[in-house]
């Protein structure tokens, strides 16, 4: 009862699809299984399918759009906008926040809430009040090479520290970046960061003066 999900981003699925295909549907479906004291908050954009979700609240955002960094489309404003909405509606101590195509198998992540805010910390870098339990982050030795990668997929913590991660600017601009393809070459975009990147690096600036 002390936390509420905040279930962020499209709607997966239609009323008419197979269950295995609903992925929103079996997302909300599994946190009332393994949370059934829990709030839900859904906040997603206008226009889906939502017969026989199950949520406590709805919040049906304006799409900010995606933006475009080299070749791709980003979908990091999204996130930070169906993030920061739903977080805003929250009047629980704790919340998680959970992509809309996430579904849970045990509560045991707060076991790992528990064990590792029991462990002492630098004051140089804490930057929040208490640990975040996050998905394993994105090593620069991995797949994908990007510094400041965090998985942005699930996030779980005391509220206010979910709100200060995810209270954001959606800053567009006119950037240059080496084409992936051709180094020779250059492009422009619009961001010279992957979404997230843009989050957690937005983050940790309003503490540090990084270099990136």
Known sequence: KDITFVVQGSVIGKSSDKKEDRHTYLCLQSIRKYFPESFIILSTWTGFDLKDLDFDLLIENEDPGVSVLGDF??????????????????????????????????????????????????????????????????????????????????????????????????????????????????????????SEQYIWYGFLSKYKNIYF
């Not at 979908?75 to 739903?86: A, K, L």
């Not at 051709?182 to 422009?188: L, Q, T």
């Open 73 to 194: 489309t980003q979908n990091g404003f999204r996130q930070i906008v169906s993030s920061i909405e739903g977080l805003k509606k929250v009047n629980t101590k704790y919340s998680a926040k959970v992509r809309s195509d996430l579904i849970f198998k045990s509560s045991n992540f707060l076991k790992y809430f528990e064990k590792y805010n029991k462990l002492s910390y630098d004051n140089d870098y804490k930057l929040v009040e208490k640990r975040v339990v996050m998905l394993t982050s994105c090593n620069p030795k991995r797949r994908i090479k990007l510094p400041f990668n965090a998985a942005d997929w699930f996030y779980f913590g005391l509220n206010k520290d979910l709100k200060n991660i995810f209270d954001l600017p959606l800053v567009r601009g006119s950037f240059t970046s080496i084409d992936e393809h051709d180094y020779n070459k250059e492009k422009e975009c619009e961001s010279p960061y992957s």
